[in-house]
């Protein structure tokens, strides 16, 4: 079995600052592209960004700039370093990989969600 374990949503004020992370564990072969996705009350899941297992990124538009997305392969996680959150940043985040597993299937994975609101 593969899992996802997220940690370190929480409550800020706006123009702080989170650092999320994301664990994967389990029968992995390799893990391919990782990612973070959100979703806010009465709104559709969306893509925050992404990171191939080379190290290329791709960041929406929203946070280009104030969101960085890194993966340390040794340790099978990936990271979300928030800066300069906005109100319109709540929501639950989700992380997210494509897993070879050891049985060389590939399949999707996502974790439980991480809260993050932005208030003051």
């Known amino acids: 079995q593969v899992q996802l374990v997220e940690s370190g949503g929480g409550l800020v004020q706006p123009g702080g600052s989170l650092r999320l992370s994301c664990a994967a564990s389990g029968r992995i072969f390799t893990i391919n592209t990782m990612g973070w996705y959100r979703q806010a009350p009465g709104k559709q899941r969306e893509l925050v960004a992404t990171?191939?297992?080379?190290?290329?990124?791709n960041h929406v538009d929203s946070v280009k700039g104030r969101f960085t997305i890194s993966r340390d392969n040794a340790k099978n996680t990936v990271y979300l370093q928030m800066n300069s959150l906005e109100p319109e940043d709540t929501a639950v985040y989700y992380c997210?990989?494509?897993?070879?597993?050891?049985?060389?299937?590939?399949?999707?994975?996502w974790g439980q969600g991480t809260q993050v609101t932005v208030s003051s």
């Open positions: 997210y990989a494509r897993i070879t597993n050891s049985w060389r299937l590939i399949d999707d994975y």
């Open positions: 990171i191939t297992n080379v190290g290329a990124t």
